[in-house]
C-alpha cells in the first residue's frame, strides 16, 4: 500500500520545520521506501508497518506540539509493488508520448 500524510505541528507558531523534520525522521529510519515533497510524505509497505510509522511520525510531532493535525490518504492495491516510483514513471512515459 501507499500511504500520503501530512503531521502539522499546531499551536507553535508559523515555523513547523523542527517539527516536521522529527516526523521525516522518523520515516526515513524505518527503511521503507519514502517521498518528502512540500506537502506530503509518501511511504510503501504494508498495512501495519506503514501505520506503524504513521504512529510513531504523528507522536515524534506531538512531543513538540500541544496539537497535531493529521492527514492521510492510502492506495491498497494488493499484490502491486514499488508503486512509489511506476506511478510516476508511467505519468512520465504518458507526458513523454504526447504531442503538442
Given amino acids: 500500500m501507499l500511504v500520503a500524510f501530512s ?18 525522521r522518523v520515516v526515513r529510519a524505518s527503511g521503507l521506501p519514502n517521498r518528502t515533497d512540500a506537502m506530503f510524505t509518501t511511504i510503501e509497505g504494508d498495512w501495519d508497518e506503514v501505520m506503524a510509522v504513521v504512529k510513531e511520525a504523528t507522536e515524534a510531532v506531538a512531543a513538540l506540539a500541544p496539537r497535531v493535525g493529521l492527514v492521510l490518504k492510502a492506495d491498497l492495491r494488493p499484490g502491486v509493488t514499488n508503486a512509489l516510483t511506476t506511478k510516476i514513471e508511467s505519468v512520465e512515459r504518458h507526458l513523454a508520448s504526447d504531442t503538442p
Avoid: D, H
Wanted: aromatic share 0%; no cysteine.
Fill in 7 to 24: 503531521v502539522t505541528p499546531l499551536g507553535v507558531g508559523e515555523e513547523v520545520g523542527e517539527a516536521v523534520a522529527e516526523a521525516v
